[in-house]
């Protein structure tokens, strides 16, 4: 997944101007008429930052199609205007605008702001971590949404899921990947956790933005690197750099996506609109996850087909060496991080009960 | 699942002289205001059932949130009351209800309406189907939404999704299954399409409600039964009526649910609350199924637990046994409907394509 996605990075200041600005104008049209206690005149005018670039496929669009559908919910009460990446904010500071209250709402995935609070990864994806049904579960039903919000209280912000990647998968290889030595050295671009595992396993992880990407691999810069799934790698033409292997992914399981709200202006929307944005927020998840799953399904048919291009697992033993060495990762960040380690625990104990059941269903239908 | 919830239908009739009542009586409190084209005013009060029996868990919560939430979203201009399975229309004739008019929506799932829309079996689950992840693929991005509503559309009735059940089980068997002839001549209550592939492979499909199955497994009237999953199982107490062989389902691999709405009042909505319900649909098929992997998975580990359960997958050859059974079964079943056929050919060309991203994905993280 695009982690640091330096092709929409504009320069860093904007934002705090922009909380200026937006302070002295004030914010809507006078208001018309209460009824219910509910002032339902009162036209609200939010700006959404989000942390993908323009016209990136489904996660850019899911944020537009969440404020339109807002927008015709509220009978124009909520009119929310989004900015991709860059636009407005750079990419990587969505966060800190939304916190700063330069804008309302921000739209990405929470392991972007690691550097801030590395716990927030778990509300994205970890490595070996739970899939989209697993991960929602823990967030819904199993504590995570609290302990999540918890996590964004000191920074005014509160987060609410808002969709799914699906699995990602494991990156383009321009050799094939036999055994856990053939990690070593290896250059690949992957950011994050899955970088911090690599390099356990003696691998060398680089940085390198999205817009690098293919000629990095076509001059052989590096020898690897993911970015999120057949549907985006094909966009980015990354099989057309060289001939590849091409694993599906143990690094990103399922990336949540996030909705940042400043918690201020949250508490200036009347009760009625903060429902019709938590459901918005939970319907785009739904659409988000299964547009995710249809383009990535075709996707994927199209790569295949592909002469330069094999699609094939990773050896039973490359991934439990992976899975080994993701335990000591995390449990290193652990000792580091107080409020990783609780978040961790509460993952760790969701996962290893939800476990059994994901086991024994994803199995129930498998005939070969 | 439960198919024919006899346990919570009442007598035939109510539903017509509800919907002469509901005629006369008219709808709602006077106009108060309009703006943007919209009458903000009027109070819209509509009555939705459900199939459920009241306080099932989950599915009956579901559309009890889903109300509330609406009531929160529309500052009350649409107010639903709720009504479980028998106590407004008997359980089965959610349909016809809503299609009729005498209520303005139904809460159930497709399968139920199989004796008087085949194909309507599609939009719920059949054997060896796609789980949750590729049918709302299917529904909402490969043009399964759009061939459901073409289906109803002669009954007047509009189909939105709105939550899965998840993978459900195979159901509690008092022997072992080890090769395909255990089935034969072995009488389980298994409705549907289940019921008539166990059928053809030489079983002996019975038709029971679920009030009745504690006591026909505990007297051995029956040798195995399904109803939903660990959640629902373990409320019905299955696993205290003998010793038992548990057994991840085949034959219903993620039921869809759907909300049912009456055309005409749909039509008679103004566009903020349309999309307000269309939202809340999406999203509370986000909780529901969240809601079933959560439960799920904690009751599956509480049955695992009991000395007279043994949780174990069906053999390979048996489940390949019954997937080419099934094939035949549901090419038959087309050969008798055009309407069967047409939704079939959809389905299976989706699943198709789908199945190669979803195998390749669900393996992606397994270590043994």
Known sequence: MPNNIVMTITQRSAYTLLALLLAACGNGAPQEDRRGGIDTGKIHRWKMVTTWPANFPVFQEAPEMFAKNIRVMSNGRLDITVFAG?????????????????VEMGHGSAYYWAGKVPAAQFFSTVPFGMEQKGVEAWLYHGGGLELWNELYEPFNVIALPVGNSGVQMGGWFNKKIETIDDLKGLR???????????????????????????TALERGTIDATEWVGPLHDLRLGLNRAATYYYYPGWHEPGAELELLINRARWDSLPADLQQIVKQAAAATGAWTFSAMEYHNSRALKELSGKKNVQVLPFPQDVLQALRSVTRQTLESEAEKDP?????????????????????????????E
Chains 1, 2 share one sequence.
Do not use: C
């Open 339 to 367: 409020e990783f380690k609780r978040v961790y625990e509460s993952y760790l104990a969701f996962q290893d009960s939800y476990q059994p059941w994901h086991r024994l269903t994803s199995k129930a239908l498998e005939t």
């Open 188 to 214: 690949m671009r992957i950011p994050g956790l899955g970088g911090k595992v690599l390099d356990r396993a003696g691998g060398n992880p680089i940085l390198m933005s999205g817009g690098e990407l293919y």
């Open 86 to 102: 860059g636009e407005l904010v750079p990419a990587l500071q969505v966060f800190d605008a939304v916190s700063q209250g330069a």
